[in-house]
């Protein structure tokens, strides 16, 4: 008898796309509030009352979650297209921080 092998679940290349976006994500906007710049999304700005990081939290635990809700209902193709989104946030997040 052998022991089963421990079963490797690799993510998909476009889900692996979607987490760095969102760590970039929060880390541009952080670096945002150091800068003095202020959040544009009225939800995120209001999440981010509770704090800086307590609200990015659990903004990008929401975006987890919906990421999950996409892939459990079998519509993996729409994280392609929120990656786009997030491309262009966290380079205008980049913009704006270099232009201050």
């Not at 800086?52 to 459990?72: E, R, S």
Request: include cysteine; charge should be positive.
């Amino acid at each position: 008898m052998t022991a089963a092998s421990p079963r490797l679940y690799i993510l998909s290349p476009s889900l692996q796309v979607f987490l760095y976006l969102q760590l970039l994500d929060a880390l541009t906007t952080l670096l945002g509030f150091r800068a003095g710049l202020t959040e544009a999304s009225p939800f995120i700005r209001m999440l981010v009352e509770a704090g800086p990081v307590a609200g990015l939290l659990a903004d990008k635990i929401l975006a987890v979650a919906l990421a999950l809700v996409c892939l459990w209902s079998g519509r993996a193709r729409l994280i392609r297209w929120v990656n786009y989104w997030y491309a262009a946030l966290v380079t205008w997040n980049i913009v704006l921080i270099l232009g201050t």
